[in-house]
């Protein structure tokens, strides 16, 4: 294999950019080859996993998330699991057969058969090879079986997590998905990994077990059966019933532990600053006490149930003792028969505990199964037309076209705004708390549709349009910029993995980032942690711009970050801006006048509607709310310097 001047040769090996990086690379030594070439012939293949992802809502295949469905993807590791399962449940019971066959006819006092008990001991010999083998396939087969279905679960609920729209996020409580991606998720495993088959296996050998007993000796078998069967039922039910609800205030104990947990986690400087430790300790205590009463009480219907079937057993031993005894003195039984009964007995008993507790197991799947159907069926309330069109390069005009919106269709919070912004354009929306501004702002990148009219870019509606080719051409800023754990590279080229390394100096020096890059160890190859929380928040911003420098919008909203830096930050980031919005059109949400004053025109907000629209010196003359806004802002500013002075 030529590897020469880079990876053309070597399937899988190394990481595709690694030449794009510039590492020189020279080369596996030939005499080292055939040792990388037996390692990689061992390296398991990862294909990439086939994703279906769209948007339109109609993506899945219309069945239902059940079970049966996740398994049969997988038909030829679920018939050697079958196999293996009758083969254990088989093999396994011939122990106490062959112990009758030996007592009765190998060992009788009247006919001594050395041979038989030779035959039956290698008999027995091999069916437990047999057996043991069959499980060891068996847990390796359901083991990958269940490693299988996670992982097409898992990507599954994944994917349909990126195409659910905002609203989803808003609406439902994080902790809560991420227990759907994990406890629920585990749940499953534990029932395919161990459950299903355990539930297979004991109901065969259940089978097996009568089956035997009734060809052994009728009379005696129904007795029995009879006997014992129907208070094991019983105990069987009242466990089943206590269990259903032990297990589930176990699982909403566990739940909320967590959910208690993380949020004290993630809170940890508010409840320092607040003083709130004590009570914190005190509700947590409750919170765990309270499962720990659900763990005891499952504990005790546990210790009724199990130590109960065991007795019930050992009195039908007895009473088997007893008739058989008796059965064998007639003459109607013999000694093998009642020794191989005597045994069989005492493992017809194992399933039934077993089977119970499997059935909690498959319960607790079952109700895991139904909470990721539920979330797998929620549609996206955003959803890409089926005939969307791919929206054309273009010039960046918006409207609003007689727009309403309310988060909650019934609490408008956006009424009846028309607007017209003309490509190259830098509006800023600017108005109270609560006004509307981030709302219109969502609005145009359709995060969420209106309830009433249309918001159209260079003329089309953003509704009929796939939403890759209408973002791909809109760059969003938002207040508090997100960092992914990763490279500042990485971070940059967020919105285009694959651009090269000029095209990512070019960002980190328009916005005024590469002094800093060269005070970083690794320059744009720095790790940076999650959310950005070891960089200042206004590194964090001209990260952010020049992100969105990179991507270069047509159209670009942004949302001004309110968080108080220092003037020289505040200056950078200024100077940034200049340049970020240069001929594109551009949304500001402006938090501060000085911002605002600088856009083409202003569009004051409030309540939900434009009340003023113009630019600054047409506001500040036409004295409504936008030049009282500015009277006020001149005199703190005036204040402020004073005080400099
Ligand atoms: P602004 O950006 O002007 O401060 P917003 O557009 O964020 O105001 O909010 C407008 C109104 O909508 C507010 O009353 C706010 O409480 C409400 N709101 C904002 N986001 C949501 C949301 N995700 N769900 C429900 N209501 C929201």
């Not at 009570?279 to 499952?298: P, S, W």
């Not at 031993?317 to 003459?331: D, F, T």
């Not at 509307?436 to 995060?447: D, M």
């Amino acid at each position: 294999m030529a590897f020469g001047g880079g990876w053309g040769g070597g399937v899988g090996v190394g990481p595709p950019g690694a030449p794009v990086a510039g590492l020189p690379f020279g080369g596996i030594p030939s005499e080292l080859q055939a040792g990388v070439d037996h390692l990689l012939a061992d390296e398991p293949e990862h294909a990439e996993p086939d994703v279906v992802f769209s948007q339109n809502g109609s993506e899945d295949d219309g069945h239902q998330l059940t079970l049966w469905r996740l398994l049969v993807r997988y038909p030829r590791m679920l018939a050697s699991a079958s196999v293996v399962i009758v083969l254990m449940s088989v093999t396994l019971q011939a122990g106490p057969l062959l112990t009758q066959i030996v007592t009765d006819h190998g060992l009788n006092p009247h006919h001594y058969h050395f041979s038989v008990v030779v035959w039956a001991a290698l008999a027995y010999l091999a069916s437990t090879v047999i057996g043991a083998l069959a499980q060891r396939r068996q847990v390796e087969v359901t083991g990958r079986l269940a490693a299988g279905v996670m992982n097409d679960l898992r990507i599954k609920i994944f994917t349909h997590l990126q195409r659910l729209s905002l609203d989803y996020f808003t609406a439902e409580k994080a902790g809560v998905i991420m227990t759907r991606m994990t406890s629920d998720i585990e749940n499953l495993q534990q029932l395919l990994q161990d459950g299903l088959a355990q539930f297979a296996i004991q109901g065969l050998t259940m089978v097996v077990i009568t089956v035997v007993m009734l060809v052994l000796n009728v009379k005696l078998a129904l007795i029995t059966l009879f006997l014992v069967i129907p208070i094991l039922t019983l105990m069987s039910l009242w466990f089943q019933h206590r269990s259903v609800v032990g297990y589930d205030k176990v699982r909403d104990g566990i739940a909320n532990v967590m959910a208690d947990l993380s949020e004290s986690l993630h809170g940890v400087r508010i409840v320092t600053a607040h003083n709130r430790q004590r009570r914190n300790v005190v509700h947590h205590r409750n919170v765990v006490g309270e499962y720990r009463d659900a763990n005891n009480y499952t504990a005790h219907i546990n210790a009724v149930y199990g130590p109960g079937t065991q007795l019930v057993g050992i009195l039908g031993q007895a009473a088997l003792l007893a008739i058989g005894g008796v059965m064998v003195a007639q003459g109607s039984l013999t000694i093998g028969d009642l020794f191989a009964f005597f045994l069989y007995l005492n493992r017809f008993f194992a399933p039934i505990q077993l089977l119970v507790q499997q059935y909690n197991t498959y319960q607790q799947g079952q109700a895991s199964v139904l909470k990721l159907r539920t979330l797998l069926e929620t549609e996206p309330d955003v959803k890409e037309a089926p005939d969307a069109s791919e929206l054309p390069a273009i010039a960046g005009e918006i409207v609003f076209d007689n727009v309403a919106f309310g988060y909650d269709p019934a609490i408008p919070v956006v009424h009846d705004v028309s607007l017209r912004i003309a490509p190259g354009e830098t509006v800023a929306f600017v108005g109270p708390t609560g006004a509307g501004k981030s709302t219109l702002a969502k609005l145009i990148v359709r995060f969420y549709d209106p309830t009433e009219g249309r918001v159209l870019i260079d003329g089309h509606d953003i509704s009929t349009v796939t939403f890759s080719s209408l973002r791909r051409q809109l760059g969003v800023v938002p207040q508090e910029p997100f960092l992914f754990a990763g490279t500042v590279r990485d971070n940059i080229s967020f919105a285009h993995p694959d651009a090269s390394d000029a095209e990512v100096e070019e960002a980190v020096r328009t916005v005024g980032l590469a002094e800093l890059m060269e005070r970083m160890p690794q320059g744009v190859d720095t790790v940076v942690h999650e959310r950005g929380q070891s960089l200042s928040s206004g590194e964090r911003q001209l990260i952010a711009l020049a992100r969105a420098f990179l991507a270069h919008p047509r159209v670009l909203v942004l949302d001004e970050a309110t968080s108080n830096l220092d003037l020289q930050s505040e200056t950078k980031i200024e100077a940034a801006l200049d340049i970020l919005l240069e001929a594109r059109t551009a949304v500001l949400i402006a938090h501060r006048l000085s911002t605002a004053m600088k856009a083409d025109r202003i569009v004051v907000v409030d309540e939900g509607r434009i009340i003023e629209l113009g630019s600054h010196d047409e506001l500040v003359a036409a004295g409504g709310r936008y030049a009282e806004m500015y009277a006020t802002w001149s005199r703190q500013v005036d204040v402020a310097s004073e005080s400099h002075r």
